[in-house]
């Protein structure tokens, strides 16, 4: 049995949390913009299917990615240097978060990013928490978005959601601008919650959760306000 969560609630300590499945700490609550945001200065995130209460997890270990660790693959480099597509920050917040949802994944028959949870984070970036990077090209006299990935930045740190990919290496390019911006305005860490062979193949890696809390601590209390990005602030150089 896991702890459910009535009305302001607070959560339970992340040592509650269970081993199997790794992380499961508590149950119920909402997905109001100061629940997610306190969940998330705490080391917790929520994550549940349709049909399912609002589930919160703190698993241990815990998938980061530091900025400057950001591994480039040989393919990814010369696409970047080719420079055929546009980068753009906060642009297109609710078109990306729509094709994470909607995006087919392998082994994955459905999606968590329920409207539920859309239009949580969809507030919660009309409040200047959230964040979006689009990856564009050109289509005749079109810009088409076909990649980018979507987030939370609470001081300096970053929270990754989700990203999509309707062409080849188009949310790797975001994911390669994210990780430029963010080693550029002293961002520490960005928070990938758990692992996936894709993740790690960037350059993120574990770390004991009991660690990661510790550097969420400071890195969060650094100016931590809300606050629009610049929609042209992507690295341009490589």
């Known amino acids: 049995m896991i702890p459910w969560l009535v009305g302001a609630a607070p959560f339970p300590s992340l040592g509650t949390a269970l081993d199997n499945p790794n992380g499961l700490l508590c149950a119920g609550g909402d997905l109001s913009a100061g629940r997610i945001l306190d969940a998330y200065r705490q080391g917790i995130f929520p994550w549940f299917s349709p049909g399912e209460p609002i589930l ?5 270990p815990r998938m980061v ?13 010369k ?3 080719a420079g055929c597509y546009m980068v753009t920050l906060d642009s297109a917040f609710d078109r990306v978060i729509e094709a994470c949802a909607n995006t087919p994944r392998r082994g994955q ?25 689009e ?33 080849t290496n188009a949310s790797k390019i975001a994911a390669a601008h994210l990780a430029c911006f963010l080693e550029g305005r002293g961002f520490g860490m960005i928070d990938c919650q758990m692992r996936t062979a894709h993740l790690a193949s960037l350059g993120a890696r574990e770390i004991p959760r009991d660690q990661f809390c510790d ?4 890195l969060t209390a650094i100016d931590a306000f809300p606050a629009r990005w610049p929609r042209n602030g992507a690295c341009r150089n490589w």
């Open 215 to 218: 550097r969420l601590q400071s």
């Open 79 to 81: 696409t970047l240097r």
């Open 65 to 77: 990615l530091f900025p400057a660790e950001f591994r480039i693959s040989r393919s990814l480099q």
């Open 56 to 60: 919160w997890w703190s698993p241990d």
């Open 109 to 133: 028959p459905g999606t968590w990013i329920t409207g539920e949870m859309q239009a949580a984070y969809q507030e919660l970036f009309e409040l200047g928490w959230a964040h979006s990077v």
């Open 135 to 167: 990856t564009w090209v050109t289509e005749g006299d079109s810009e088409v978005l076909v990649g980018g990935l979507y987030g939370l930045a609470i001081g300096r740190m970053f929270y990754g959601e989700s990203m999509f990919a309707h062409r």
